[in-house]
């Protein structure tokens, strides 16, 4: 499931999940998984985590979710799935596995005969910090995964540190819509927060980096 034959989804129409497994063996298949976790921590003691949620970044600079191909081996998306997850991440993701009903979204994508999956799935806190100990030591790390990055939920005072600025970075495919509407969808994040967020800002300025720069 190699990272190099990553789906970009620039311009990709939604399916539903039964009218892609109908598009013949003549399409392949790709599957992505958001991970998270409930996080009580604060950050400066002030600012609630509130989940912990991991991404990646890829060999070519892009954030991402881990995943990659399904395989003609593969009886089931979310056997080739979780087989990524093991490629991508380490050992740490035999604790858990990512089912059908952690299903989200698919998407035809810009690629001829490429559908790609979208799952989300919900870990202890603990499983999610045994994911992050354990990824350096997954096979892809440092080749097809640079490493793994949280997704800042919160906002500093100036309005542009944190979330914002992290929406600023450069995203594989549609892996930017597809975290938004997961942080909507499954109430990560209130709907008002979510909507202000859809389209990306232009010309920002630096943000403050100082520890009273929140809100």
């Not at 109908?22 to 409930?38: D, E, F, K, V």
């Not at 003609?72 to 991440?89: A, P, V, Y």
């Not at 490493?147 to 005072?157: A, C, D, S």
Request: charged share 25%.
């Amino acid at each position: 499931m190699a990272g190099a034959r990553k789906l970009e989804l620039a311009g990709a129409r939604k399916l539903e999940l039964s009218e892609a497994l109908a598009l013949g063996p003549a399409w392949r298949h790709t599957c992505y998984a958001l991970l998270y976790a409930p996080d009580p921590g604060t950050l400066f003691g002030r600012i609630p985590l509130r989940y912990a949620i991991l991404m990646q970044m890829r060999f070519d600079g892009r954030l991402g979710f881990p995943g990659g191909f399904v395989d003609n081996l593969d009886r089931t998306l979310e056997d080739g799935l979780n087989r990524g997850l093991l490629e991508q991440l380490g050992e740490a993701v035999a604790d858990f596995r990512v089912e059908r009903a952690d299903y989200r979204s698919s998407h035809a994508g810009s690629k001829p005969n490429v559908v790609a999956h979208f799952y989300a799935k919900r870990l202890t806190l603990e499983q999610l910090l045994a994911v992050e100990i354990g990824a350096t030591n997954a096979r892809a790390h440092g080749l097809e995964v640079l490493g793994l990055v949280r997704v800042p939920l919160y906002t500093l005072r100036d309005g542009i540190g944190g979330l914002p600025i992290f929406l600023e970075n450069s995203f594989i495919g549609a892996a930017r819509q597809q975290l938004l509407e997961a942080l909507e969808e499954l109430g990560l994040l209130e709907f008002d927060a979510v909507s202000a967020l859809k389209n990306p800002a232009h010309k920002q300025r630096q943000p403050s980096v100082n520890s009273h720069n929140v809100r």
